[in-house]
T-cell receptor, first 112, second 114 residues
Framework: QKEVEQNSGPLSVPEGAIASLNCTYS??????FFWYRQYSGKSPELIMF????GDKEDGRFTAQLNKASQYVSLLIRDSQPSDSATYLC????????????FGSGTRLSIRP | ETGVTQTPRHLVMGMTNKKSLKCEQH?????MYWYKQSAKKPLELMFV???????ENNSVPSRFSPECPNSSHLFLHLHTLQPEDSALYLC?????????????FGPGTRLTVL
């Protein structure tokens, strides 16, 4: 089992709709969870982080965390073509405080 | 300059060359990281430095040699690389190495080994 799993996509969503990106992780002791956006040929850019169970909203983005199910998701409301990118889920590894494990990423495509 | 910078942005080298990648962070952070990103693979952590001390070496081959002279600068010295080492090399920094420290990435160096 991979430590952080994401559906590779591509996930195609019409402009203006809600894009839902999902991630599962294996380390029950993980405390912090991050979503990064990466445009092709560019470096990852932090979008959101979440530490507590429940929802965290920031503008059009909502991160959701369920530690019991070891599941974290990112919702993007009112999707725009500029949201087309690869979204990386990252989870800290409990046994090594400095170590963040990245998923392979989900490629999101917003169609006009 | 702001954030995390990396030079060069692109590098082509032969298998017998020696080159170095440079990273500088202007965020006042204490921890710095090297990652490798190959096509179709997740980001792989290579090295972690905290207050100039190496705290993590993720079983990286010795042909990659990191150097951290201070908390703001990080180098990756390369020698006798292999074609499979071609990848995007990313530097990141964070305030510390605690569970809740967020990492911020530089633009990366695209390395091609011929």
């Amino acid at each position: 089992q991979k430590e952080v799993e994401q559906n590779s996509g591509p996930l195609s969503v019409p402009e203006g709709a809600i894009a839902s990106l999902n991630c599962t992780y294996s380390d029950r002791g993980s405390q912090s969870f991050f979503w990064y956006r990466q445009y092709s040929g560019k470096s990852p850019e932090l979008i959101m982080f979440i530490y507590s169970n429940g929802d965290k909203e920031d503008g059009r983005f909502t991160a959701q965390l369920n530690k019991a199910s070891q599941y974290v998701s990112l919702l993007i409301r009112d999707s725009q073509p500029s949201d087309s990118a690869t979204y990386l889920c990252a989870v800290n590894k409990y046994s090594s405080a400095s170590k963040i494990i990245f998923g392979s990423g989900t490629r999101l495509s917003i169609r006009p | 300059e702001t954030g995390v910078t990396q030079t060069p942005r692109h590098l082509v080298m032969g298998m017998t060359n020696k080159k170095s990648l440079k990273c500088e962070q202007h965020l006042g952070h204490n921890a710095m990281y090297w990652y490798k990103q190959s096509a179709k693979k997740p980001l792989e952590l290579m090295f972690v430095y905290n207050f100039k001390e190496q705290t993590e070496n993720n079983s990286v081959p010795s042909r990659f040699s990191p150097e951290c002279p201070n908390s703001s600068h990080l180098f990756l010295h390369l020698h006798t690389l292999q074609p499979e080492d071609s990848a995007l090399y990313l530097c990141a920094s964070s305030q510390g190495t605690g569970d809740f420290d967020t990492q911020y990435f530089g633009p990366g160096t695209r390395l091609t080994v011929l």
